[in-house]
C-alpha cells in the first residue's frame, strides 16, 4: 500500500508540475486582434506547437519555439517563409554541413506543404528588417517534420493573384487559406460574438434555435420541399422563423433571438443565396422605436473598431413615402433620383410614345409612371407589370395556418421584430462585392456548389423509399 501510495504521489507531483509549465506558456502566448482591440490568449497548449508563425516578435529572442503552418514559399535556397492563420515567420535554413538533410527537405518541399518546425528565435542581421510584424526576427531550424506534401494546386495561395469566381468556388478549400478570406472568416465571428453580448448580455434576450423541417408558408418566396416516408406529404425548409418567433412571444419568452439559417427557392444575385443567415429578433410590449433603438444599439456595439464609427440615429423614412419618392420600400438614398409623376404633364398620346421610346435599345428613358395603374414600368415587363398585385395569402386555405391563428387568440401580448442579413452586412462592413466572400461555403449563382457538385442525382431505388418518381428520360435529354 506505501509503495502504491508514493506512486500515485509522484504522479500527481508530476501533473501538477506539467499544469504549471502548461499554464506558463498559455501566459505568454497572445495574440493581438486589431479588429477587437484588446489581447486573446488562445489555448495553445492543446497543440503541439508553442507559438503561431505571426506572434513572434524581438522579446521571443533565444527561445526555442515549434510552429506549425504551410509553406508560403522558398527563397534562394535560404529561407522558407512558413505561414499560419496569425501570419508569417521566416525560417532560416541552416547551410553547415551536419545539417544539409534538413536543409534537402526543406528546399525539396513545393509550395502549401505543411510542416513542423522545432528553432530557435533570433534577431534578423540589420539591415534585413522588413514592415511585416515578424519583420524583425527569424526562426532559425533545427528540425523539421514534414506532415503533408502538397499536390500541384490549380492555383496559387497569393492574394495578388487573380481567379475566377467558379475556379474559387470548386477550390473553395484553397481560396479560403487567402488572408482576404480569412479576416472575412474571422470578422465574421467576432461580429457574431458581439451581437450574441449585447442582445444576451445586455439585454437578456434569449438564443432559441427553431426547426428547419417545417411545413409550408403561404405567400412569401418560393420554399424547398423535402421529401417524408409518409406518401404524398412534404416538409418545407422555413424562409424565415416568421412563425416560430411570433409562437415564442405568445409562449411567454419575451425577448427572442437566433442566428437563423433561412432558404429560399429563387434565383441568385449578388446580395442573394439559396440559403442564408439572419439576426433574427422578436420582443414582446414593443413599439417601432424601441426596435429601431435596439437595431441602432447592435450595430453600434458590433461594429469593427478599425473600421469609420456609425452615428446614430440612422435616417428613418416611412413606407408610404418611399414607395411614392422610390418606388421600392428599401431605396437607395446615396443616389437622389426620386420618382417623379408626369400623368398631368403628358396626354395619353404622348405617354404612349414614351412606351414606345421605353422598349427601344439604348434609349435614356429608363423607367415612366403612368396613371392606368401601371405604376413603375421598366423596359419590356410593362405589359406583365400592369397586372393587378395579387397577395398568396388571399387564395391560401386558412387551415394552413389555423396553428399560428390559434395562438395568437390565445393570450399574444404586443410584439415586434425585425431580421438583419447577416451575410449582406458582413459584405457591406468589409467592402465584397458578393455575400459570397462573406461565407465560407456558398452556392454559385445559379445555386450549385461547384465544390461538391451539388445538387446531384438520386437513384431510383432511394427515391423509392420517398414514394417519388422521377421522369429520367426527360431530365437526361434536358441536361443533353
Not at 481560396?175 to 472568416?185: A, F
Not at 416516408?229 to 427572442?256: C, T
Not at 439559396?274 to 458590433?302: H, N
Request: one cysteine or more.
Amino acid at each position: 500500500m506505501a509503495n502504491k501510495s508514493r506512486a500515485l504521489a509522484q504522479r500527481m507531483l508530476l501533473i501538477c508540475r506539467q499544469e504549471t509549465r502548461a499554464y506558463s506558456l498559455w501566459r505568454r502566448t497572445t495574440i493581438p486582434i486589431a479588429s477587437q482591440g484588446h489581447l486573446i490568449k488562445p489555448n495553445i497548449i492543446l497543440s503541439f506547437r508553442s507559438h503561431t508563425c505571426g506572434e513572434l516578435r524581438p522579446a521571443d529572442v533565444g527561445e526555442e519555439v515549434i510552429l506549425c503552418g504551410w509553406v508560403q514559399y522558398l527563397r534562394q535556397d535560404l529561407f522558407v517563409i512558413m505561414r499560419d492563420f496569425s501570419g508569417l515567420a521566416q525560417i532560416l535554413i541552416p547551410q553547415d554541413e551536419d545539417k544539409i538533410n534538413l536543409k534537402t527537405a526543406l528546399c525539396d518541399l513545393p509550395p502549401e506543404s505543411v510542416i513542423r518546425v522545432k528553432g530557435t528565435v533570433r534577431l534578423r542581421p540589420d539591415g534585413q528588417e522588413n514592415k511585416m510584424p515578424t519583420g524583425e526576427i527569424e526562426v532559425l531550424a533545427e528540425s523539421v517534420e514534414i506532415l503533408n506534401v502538397c499536390r500541384k494546386l490549380p492555383f496559387e495561395i497569393k492574394d495578388f493573384v487573380k481567379k475566377s469566381e467558379s475556379l474559387r468556388m470548386q477550390y473553395r478549400y484553397l481560396d479560403l487559406r487567402s488572408s482576404q478570406m480569412q479576416y472575412n472568416l474571422r470578422l465574421r465571428s467576432q461580429l457574431v460574438m458581439k451581437m450574441r453580448e449585447y442582445l444576451c448580455n445586455v439585454h437578456g434576450f434569449v438564443d432559441v434555435e427553431t426547426p428547419t423541417l417545417f411545413k409550408r408558408t403561404p405567400g412569401g418566396a418560393k420554399e424547398f420541399v423535402v421529401p417524408s416516408r409518409e406518401p404524398g406529404r412534404f416538409y418545407s425548409l422555413p424562409q424565415s422563423p416568421q412563425q416560430f418567433k411570433q409562437l415564442l412571444m405568445v409562449a411567454g419568452i419575451d425577448r427572442y433571438f437566433q442566428l437563423a439559417r433561412c432558404y429560399r427557392d429563387e434565383g441568385s444575385k449578388p446580395d442573394r443565396q439559396p440559403e442564408f443567415t439572419q439576426v433574427d429578433i422578436e420582443m414582446s410590449f414593443v413599439d417601432q422605436a424601441g426596435i429601431r433603438g435596439l437595431i441602432e444599439g447592435l450595430v453600434q456595439y458590433s461594429w469593427p473598431v478599425e473600421k469609420d464609427p456609425v452615428s446614430t440615429p440612422f435616417p428613418c423614412i416611412t413606407y408610404e413615402k418611399a414607395m411614392k419618392d422610390y418606388g421600392v420600400d428599401k431605396p437607395d438614398t446615396r443616389f437622389a433620383m426620386k420618382l417623379m409623376d408626369i400623368s398631368k404633364t403628358f396626354h395619353n398620346t404622348e405617354i404612349e410614345f414614351l412606351k414606345d421610346a421605353l422598349n427601344q435599345p439604348g434609349g435614356c428613358i429608363q423607367a415612366i409612371c403612368i396613371p392606368d395603374g401601371a405604376k413603375h414600368l421598366k423596359g419590356k415587363d410593362h405589359e406583365s407589370l400592369k397586372q393587378t398585385a395579387r397577395t398568396q395569402f388571399g387564395q391560401e386555405d386558412p387551415s394552413l395556418l389555423s396553428h399560428l391563428l390559434e395562438a395568437l387568440d390565445s393570450g399574444a401580448p404586443p410584439h415586434g421584430g425585425i431580421a438583419l442579413g447577416l451575410d449582406r452586412f458582413l459584405s457591406i462592413i468589409v467592402g465584397a462585392p458578393s455575400i459570397r466572400d462573406v461565407i465560407a461555403f456558398p452556392k454559385s449563382f445559379r445555386g450549385h456548389d461547384l465544390m461538391s457538385r451539388a445538387p446531384d442525382f438520386v437513384s431510383e431505388d432511394e427515391l423509392k423509399s420517398y414514394h417519388i418518381s422521377v421522369n429520367w428520360p426527360y431530365i437526361k435529354a434536358h441536361i443533353c
